[in-house]
């Protein structure tokens, strides 16, 4: 085959086999990009799968006492997830009686385990 004889035949040539090559790679980087997809979504549902058959954490009742002598009662699993949940509520620690006064912040005194 006589490409030099033809005017811009190798130009062609090299155009015609980048394209191909180009399309090669969206092709293989489009099928990697599937299997990951496929992965990901059998991981996700092996782990939710795994989450189903584990029990439940047990919750019980905690008394949070604050440095005011305010009482609040909290559902949660243990001493640490309580006062997880008060401080990561800001309605618990921040308080004002109207909206003219600053905010107040309140403490945690103690938790105490509520037996009824």
């Known amino acids: 085959m006589r490409l030099a004889g ?4 190798r130009r062609n040539v ?3 086999m980048f394209t191909i090559a180009k399309k090669m790679l969206v092709t293989c980087l489009d099928c990697s990009r599937f299997f ?3 992965m990901a979504y ?11 058959s584990l029990p439940p954490l047990p919750e019980v009742t905690w008394e949070v006492t604050f440095d ?6 909290i559902a949660a699993r243990d001493k640490d997830h309580a006062r997880y ?20 912040i309140r403490t ?8 009824w």
């Open 6 to 9: 033809l005017p811009g035949g």
């Open 14 to 16: 090299k155009k015609k």
């Open 36 to 38: 990951v997809t496929v």
């Open 42 to 52: 059998y991981t996700q549902k092996v782990r939710d799968d795994q989450m189903r």
């Open 68 to 73: 005011n002598d305010s009482t609040v009662f």
């Open 85 to 104: 949940i008060v401080e990561s509520n800001k309605g618990f620690s921040r308080w004002r009686r109207t909206e003219d006064e600053p905010w107040q």
């Open 108 to 115: 945690i005194k103690k938790i105490e385990r509520v037996t």
